[in-house]
């Protein structure tokens, strides 16, 4: 009796809480990577400003009252007039040979504001196996990400997921997506913290950053221990149950069912594509290549059910998705057109201006004040 209870003992109490010592020490879901605030004479990085000089060094964008300690970074830029796309900020550059290495990281945790203005964006620079050199920093791989800044708040979390590399970057290397297999977290020398995207020229802005951490998802950790602790107690469970219960007591039992209603794979698969754009529209790098991989289905069987249901291609039905809730922002009146088009998921305000009046004949501008109530 006694060795019955210590190995039921075992069985339900010990053996658990080791399963989950080990997957606890081996994810190690509380773990961060702290590079504000960090300790000034241990840090692996260097950190610096950049801007647009080099491109274009008359009216270039500057950078300065820089400040850094173990705590913050703060620094002041002015966009010039001398680039199309004007940029500046400050980068954080891994020393000599070494990384920062986010491979096992979901989250980039910041605390970040900004005097002026509302969408800075972070850069991630990932060395790219047979492709980086060293000396180029543009054949690093950018990951970007907009950071919308809030009123009355300073700190963001921003999954790692979110991170795209801009179509600019594909053009500059005259590269595209395809020609890499994956992305090397492991291998971050890069990161940047740069103006942002819709101060006009000339604005003076201070962005201050008082935190940057990457760190895991500690939620989705104790979900998967929990889903797998149940269903080890349920094993448990039935194995314990069915040695107890005699031979002679197991019956056969008739069991009733509704049965499941088929429908068509057809409309099951367009209806996985249209909730994927649905949720989706706002990426501007949205594309036939990213609907596959989440659907599993092939590019051409995409745009054969959209053209087969609508009689559009993918690309005239993500315009028509885009402008009708472009058309229904142009009536909130305090919202910036540039904005619109950046929430409805275009790139740039040339592009959604063009593709607008060529769908409406007329204006995004010209079509608010036509509708204006």
């Known amino acids: ?79 010039g007039e001398g680039y199309q796309f004007p940029y500046a900020g400050v980068t954080l550059f891994a020393k000599d040979s070494s990384f920062f290495d986010l491979t096992y990281y979901d989250y980039l945790e910041m605390d970040i504001q900004a005097t002026n203005g509302k969408r800075p964006q972070v850069i991630l620079g990932l060395h790219a196996t047979d492709f980086t050199n060293p000396e180029k920093t543009l054949t690093y791989r950018y990951l970007v990400k907009d950071v919308d800044l809030k009123k009355d708040q300073s700190k963001y979390t921003i999954p790692l997921d979110k991170f795209i590399t801009p179509t600019w970057w594909y053009a500059e290397n005259n590269v595209s997506e395809k020609d890499f297999k994956s992305l090397e977290f492991d291998k971050t020398k890069i990161i940047n913290i740069q103006n942002c995207q819709l101060l006009g020229k000339n604005i003076p802005d201070t962005i201050s950053i008082r935190e940057l951490k990457f760190t895991k998802n500690v939620a989705l950790f104790y979900q998967t ?32 069912y509704t049965p499941v209603q088929i429908t068509s794979q057809s409309d099951q698969d367009l209806q996985k594509v249209i909730n994927f754009i649905s949720s989706n529209y706002q990426d501007s790098e949205l594309s036939l290549k990213k609907i596959q991989l989440a659907t599993g289905l092939s590019e051409n069987k995409i745009s054969s059910l959209i053209k087969d249901a609508f009689s559009l291609s993918f690309k005239q039905y993500l315009n028509n998705l885009r402008l009708t809730e472009a058309k229904r922002l142009l009536m909130d009146l305090t919202l910036p057109v540039s904005d619109i088009a950046y929430k409805v998921g275009y790139g740039n305000i040339s592009h959604f201006n063009r593709v607008f009046k060529e769908s409406l004949g007329i204006s995004p501008n010209d079509y608010r004040k036509k509708n204006k109530v």
């Open 225 to 256: 221990a929990g889903v797998v602790l149940i269903c080890y107690y349920l094993i448990i469970g039935i194995i314990s149950y069915t040695r107890k219960k005699p031979k002679d007591q197991v019956q056969k039992v008739e069991i009733q």
């Open 1 to 79: 009796m006694v060795q019955g209870f210590f190995n039921r003992l075992i069985i339900w109490i010990i053996l658990p809480v080791i399963i989950f010592s080990l997957y606890y020490t081996w994810r190690r879901p509380h773990q961060t990577i702290s590079i504000i605030p960090y300790a000034a004479d241990t840090a692996n990085f260097f950190i610096y400003s950049y801007s647009d000089s080099l491109k274009s060094p008359e009216k270039a964008s500057t950078v300065y009252d820089i400040k850094v300690n173990d705590t913050l970074i703060t620094f002041s830029y002015k966009l």
